[in-house]
């Protein structure tokens, strides 16, 4: 009796864990935060997203853009990193975090870019506003002008170092186009977002970047705080040839918006590297879909994810050839069958009708290329157009009308045919040259 209650408590403990494993996969992928967004640098994919277009003030994230025009200054050769800046009062009494500039001082502009980008100086950046453009109402309005350029519609910015401000707001959509754009144009910048300490006048300042030497491949960029976003971090990493992007905005605490965003990065490069998608974004709908299919790939039974905005549905499939999507489309149930290949590519098959029934793929397109079935049906070859064959005169190679190739193919079966009659001919030459010898 009690090796059948030991063998009961035992089955309905793995019972519970298994439900707690089943519970745990079939959670949503979510990020603590208000918005989030994870980019792959090597192709421009949107990994991930979650409320990616909500309005949120930027905090210190805005000293990218700031940091932007001073690069871009510097290369244009119109200030250089020995200049040297004097500090007004203006720029020493700035409040929040500073890099602890001192009114009438001179300082060099390359001091100024390292306490901007590692300390977070509130001052720093207001020196280096008045120093590039003589004031900083000239220079906020060459931010908002360059952000324009860059695509980030929804972004205003008031400050040059992200102090509160009435409507000063940015989306974690248009963080991730500034700071892509920043890395790719000044990849060089990454040797100071990635210092994790930096020492002005005999006071040490730590990076608030955290994820700095603990989350593997980390270098960079900016973290930001203010009461009405709350922690805020743009955040790149790269493990081989793959590079990154994280943006999280409005985490409750610091410790989250780490854990958070190490968490995001991970899930991106475990998706990236294995080639599986794990989870997709609805297609309009701004929120996080998880795929979620049978890991056996024997079944091939569609199940629907996630029914989001505008009635659009996500259906995810498992075949033996690998995980099939189908995305939503235009219209209200319409869909879009797409596959992840070895090569890293996304293949778009066909649209469908909404139903279970799903195409199969026709055909290999680029990253984040959409194709049309008619243009992805030539998967097999051309068919074989005919041939017509003129007969010659005997000993005469054959005359062939024909295309493609398979004209080709029947070109080399003819001079096959042509090299096997040629010994037969050079004999019957030599038979007619000995008869002409011998006496009659």
């Given at each position: 009796m009690e090796i059948r209650r030991g063998s009961f408590i035992c089955a309905a403990a793995l019972l519970f864990v298994l439900m707690l494993t089943w519970v745990a996969e079939a959670r949503p992928f979510q990020v603590n935060a208000k918005s989030a967004i994870l980019i792959d640098m090597t192709d421009g994919r949107v990994l991930?997203?979650?409320?990616?277009?909500?309005?949120?003030?930027?905090?210190?994230?805005?000293?990218?853009?700031?940091l932007y025009l001073v690069f871009d200054a510097i290369r244009e050769g119109r200030v250089h990193l020995w200049d040297s800046v004097k500090v007004s009062h203006a720029a020493a009494s700035t409040g929040g975090s500073r890099m602890g500039l001192r009114a009438g001082r001179d300082v060099q502009l390359q001091e100024l870019i390292r306490g901007a980008?590692?300390?977070s100086g509130n001052d720093a950046c207001v020196a280096l506003a008045?120093?590039?453009?003589?004031?900083?109402?000239?220079?906020?309005?060459?931010?908002?002008?360059?952000?324009?350029?860059?695509?980030?519609?929804?972004?205003?910015?008031?400050?040059p170092n992200g102090l509160p401000a009435c409507g000063q707001v940015t989306t974690a959509r248009d963080i991730s186009k500034l700071?892509?754009?920043?890395?790719?144009?000044f990849p060089e910048s990454l040797a100071i977002h990635s210092m994790q300490s930096y020492t002005y006048i005999n006071s040490t300042h730590h990076n608030a970047n955290r994820l700095l030497g603990k989350c593997p491949g980390v270098d960079g960029l900016k973290t930001g705080f203010v009461c009405a976003a709350g922690y805020n971090i743009t955040a790149t990493a790269k493990r081989g040839e793959t590079r990154l992007l994280a943006v999280v905005l409005g985490?409750?605490?610091?410790?989250?918006?780490?854990?958070?965003?190490?968490?995001?990065?991970?899930?991106?490069?475990?998706?990236?590297?294995s080639g599986s998608l794990e989870y997709v974004v609805a297609d309009g709908g701004?929120?996080?879909?998880p795929a979620r299919h049978s890991r056996s790939a024997r079944h091939a039974k569609v199940k629907v994810a996630k029914t989001v905005k505008h009635g659009r549905v996500l259906h995810a499939a498992k075949t033996r050839k690998g995980a099939d999507y189908c995305k939503g489309g235009g219209r209200p149930g319409s869909v879009v069958v797409v596959k992840k290949t070895k090569g890293g590519k996304m293949v778009i098959a066909s649209k469908g009708d909404g139903s279970a029934k799903m195409k199969s793929v026709l055909g290999k397109a680029k990253a984040g290329e959409k194709a049309s079935a008619k243009q992805l049906a030539k998967k097999n070859p051309e068919p074989k157009k005919n041939i017509a064959v003129k007969k010659g005169e005997p000993g005469k190679s054959k005359t062939v009308q024909a295309t493609g190739t398979s004209s080709k193919v029947q070109q080399a079966?003819?001079?096959?045919?042509?090299?096997?009659?040629?010994?037969?001919?050079?004999?019957?030459?030599?038979?007619a040259q000995d008869s002409k010898k011998r006496p009659s």
């Amino acid at each position: 009796m009690e090796i059948r209650r030991g063998s009961f408590i035992c089955a309905a403990a793995l019972l519970f864990v298994l439900m707690l494993t089943w519970v745990a996969e079939a959670r949503p992928f979510q990020v603590n935060a208000k918005s989030a967004i994870l980019i792959d640098m090597t192709d421009g994919r949107v990994l991930y997203e979650q409320n990616a277009d909500t309005l949120i003030p930027p905090a210190s994230i805005t000293k990218v853009i700031t940091l932007y025009l001073v690069f871009d200054a510097i290369r244009e050769g119109r200030v250089h990193l020995w200049d040297s800046v004097k500090v007004s009062h203006a720029a020493a009494s700035t409040g929040g975090s500073r890099m602890g500039l001192r009114a009438g001082r001179d300082v060099q502009l390359q001091e100024l870019i390292r306490g901007a980008a590692v300390v977070s100086g509130n001052d720093a950046c207001v020196a280096l506003a008045e120093h590039l453009s003589g004031s900083v109402d000239a220079f906020v309005r060459k931010m908002n002008a360059k952000a324009r350029e860059l695509g980030m519609t929804r972004t205003v910015f008031m400050t040059p170092n992200g102090l509160p401000a009435c409507g000063q707001v940015t989306t974690a959509r248009d963080i991730s186009k500034l700071s892509t754009a920043y890395l790719r144009r000044f990849p060089e910048s990454l040797a100071i977002h990635s210092m994790q300490s930096y020492t002005y006048i005999n006071s040490t300042h730590h990076n608030a970047n955290r994820l700095l030497g603990k989350c593997p491949g980390v270098d960079g960029l900016k973290t930001g705080f203010v009461c009405a976003a709350g922690y805020n971090i743009t955040a790149t990493a790269k493990r081989g040839e793959t590079r990154l992007l994280a943006v999280v905005l409005g985490a409750p605490s610091a410790g989250v918006r780490t854990a958070q965003t190490t968490k995001l990065l991970e899930a991106g490069f475990h998706r990236v590297n294995s080639g599986s998608l794990e989870y997709v974004v609805a297609d309009g709908g701004g929120t996080d879909v998880p795929a979620r299919h049978s890991r056996s790939a024997r079944h091939a039974k569609v199940k629907v994810a996630k029914t989001v905005k505008h009635g659009r549905v996500l259906h995810a499939a498992k075949t033996r050839k690998g995980a099939d999507y189908c995305k939503g489309g235009g219209r209200p149930g319409s869909v879009v069958v797409v596959k992840k290949t070895k090569g890293g590519k996304m293949v778009i098959a066909s649209k469908g009708d909404g139903s279970a029934k799903m195409k199969s793929v026709l055909g290999k397109a680029k990253a984040g290329e959409k194709a049309s079935a008619k243009q992805l049906a030539k998967k097999n070859p051309e068919p074989k157009k005919n041939i017509a064959v003129k007969k010659g005169e005997p000993g005469k190679s054959k005359t062939v009308q024909a295309t493609g190739t398979s004209s080709k193919v029947q070109q080399a079966k003819d001079a096959s045919a042509n090299q096997k009659k040629q010994p037969a001919s050079k004999k019957n030459n030599r038979q007619a040259q000995d008869s002409k010898k011998r006496p009659s």
